[in-house]
């Protein structure tokens, strides 16, 4: 059933009783601690501030046979990041660290190595403030076999066990100097994951019994929907990258859930499902898809468009609470020789945004203040955090009506080509609610 945003005095007073540790809708953005031509190292306070959640690639281990996981800042000093992540932070954004990569491999084999990665992995996420970690294994190696167990048991399976109690005890850690859980996050391969319905063995479904174990901490679950072989979805019919259908297909197998030789997959909430895709065809080695397509698979998704394929979803009406988008790389969406610049960020404005559907389940603090209120052609819009922000407008049927670049901590804003009525501002994934005379 779609979910219509009705501003009356009373639906808002619940509305913004809701609190999320992360924004809503989210849009992820991986981030390259690196530099290269063709995508250049952007430094982190220069970011689209469409991307509320940003993952910075990469904690890697010393060595093959040392899990002491080491971050170093390029191009910058550890201050200077630090107090970069800070300002993002005061804007309302999550900063996570992700572990692993394409071409890293991490072991954890030994009561050594999981010592090694624990204590690490704590003192990056304490020395730099970070707000999450995120599981981005993609190098099959031992932690990911599971040939022999099942999604519900890995005891055959040390390593397996040994990442998973791993990203318990640093949770543990987090939790016991913040008020907050340390949020997780998760970006497999489909072969990890959906892969489990043809397979389920080595990296066949690998993900699953790790997914599994860290169900209730798990916040944001980003399956890489490109660089991915044909996939089955849970209709039993297969699916190539880079279309509307195996977006929507590919998604809803990971709500749903699926049966696989290791027994049944339980799917995860679609509040905690965002769709991972690259921000430009050379950004991933296939799986980029145009944005009309994607626009029309997620719409179909969140139940507010029709049917773009060949799919059909299980659940009429589809997934209004779908979490967000995800892609590789921030770095890529912001360079002009590889589409427009920001497209993806753009198209996930236009979807997710620009939308009657919108759900605003915002921050219970506010990053903004508004004056007068009511009001009748001025207002004055002070913020406490970075600028070159936006400010977004919308009406009482939830249709974003106006933006508005904010350049300073204070701001004078012209609502004289706006109608009287009752508005919602949106800054930062913070709302206030103003009536205009």
């Given at each position: 059933?779609?979910k219509?945003?009705?501003?009356s005095?009373?639906?808002i007073c ?6 999320s ?11 390259h601690?690196?530099?290269i ?5 952007i430094?982190?306070?220069?970011i689209?501030?469409?991307y ?8 890697v281990?010393?060595?093959?046979s ?10 910058i000093?550890?201050?200077q990041m ?13 900063i996570i ?5 394409a ?8 009561t050594v ?16 403030g ?6 981005d294994?993609?190098h099959?190696n031992?932690?990911?076999i599971t040939s022999g167990g099942?999604i ?12 998973i109690d791993a ?10 100097n913040?008020?907050n ?9 489909t072969a ?24 209730d901490?798990?916040d944001?679950?980003q ?7 044909t ?8 699916y190539t990258?880079g279309t509307?259908d ?5 998604t ?8 696989t030789?290791?027994g ?19 950004a991933?080695g296939g ?10 698979a997620i719409?179909?998704?969140r139940?507010?468009g029709?049917?773009p394929g ?18 590789w790389?921030i770095?890529?969406?912001a ?8 497209q993806?960020a753009?198209?996930?404005?236009n979807?997710?945004?620009n939308?009657t559907?919108?759900?605003?389940y ?5 990053d903004?203040q ?8 001025i207002?004055?819009?002070k913020?406490k955090?970075?600028?070159n922000n ?6 009482s ?7 508005k670049?904010?350049?300073?901590d204070e ?8 109608p009287?009525?009752l508005?919602?501002l949106r800054?930062n ?7 205009k005379?």
């Open positions: 059933m779609k219509i945003l009705l501003f005095l009373y639906s619940i509305l913004f009783k809701v609190h540790q992360l924004p809503n809708p989210v849009l992820v953005g991986y981030w601690n690196w530099s031509p063709e995508a250049p190292y430094q982190l306070n220069q689209d501030s469409r509320n959640v940003i993952e910075v690639s990469f904690a281990p010393t060595s093959p040392d899990m002491t996981m080491t971050f170093t800042p390029d191009g000093t550890q201050q630090i107090t970069q992540i800070n300002q993002l932070k005061a804007a309302g954004k999550k660290i992700s572990i692993g990569g071409t890293t491999s991490i072991d954890l084999s030994t190595n999981k010592s090694a990665f624990i204590t690490s992995m704590t003192n990056i996420i304490n020395t730099y970070f707000d999450g970690i995120d599981i294994i993609e099959g031992s932690i990911m099942s519900s048991n890995v005891s055959n399976n040390p390593a397996m066990q040994n990442l990203i318990k005890q640093i949770m543990s850690n987090y939790r016991q913040h008020p859980k340390l949020i997780l996050t998760m970006a497999p391969e990890y994951v959906q892969g489990g319905q043809s397979g389920f063995g080595s990296i066949w479904g690998g993900y699953l019994p790790i997914i599994h174990a860290l169900r901490s798990l944001i679950l399956v890489q929907l490109y660089n991915s072989g996939m089955y979805g849970i209709d039993n019919n297969i990258q509307a195996f977006i929507i297909a590919m809803e197998a990971v709500i749903q859930g699926f049966n030789n290791g049944f997959f339980t799917g995860i909430a679609a509040s905690k499902v965002a769709v991972g895709l690259p921000a430009c065809p050379l991933a799986g980029f898809t145009d944005t009309n397509s994607v626009m029309a719409k179909y998704l139940g507010n029709p049917k060949n799919y059909t979803l299980v659940q009429s009406g589809g997934y209004p609470n779908l979490r967000g988008m995800m892609t790389s770095n890529w969406d360079v002009s020789n590889c589409g427009t610049v920001y993806f753009r198209n996930f404005q979807i997710f945004l939308s559907n919108i759900n605003f915002g921050n219970e603090t506010n903004f508004v004056f007068p209120n009511p009001a009748e052609n207002i004055i819009i913020t955090s970075i600028s936006f400010l977004y407008i919308y009406n049927s939830g249709i974003l009506v106006s933006e670049q904010l350049l300073k701001n004078e804003i012209d609502l004289s080509d706006l009287t009525g508005y919602l800054f994934n913070s709302f206030q609610k103003i009536i005379q």
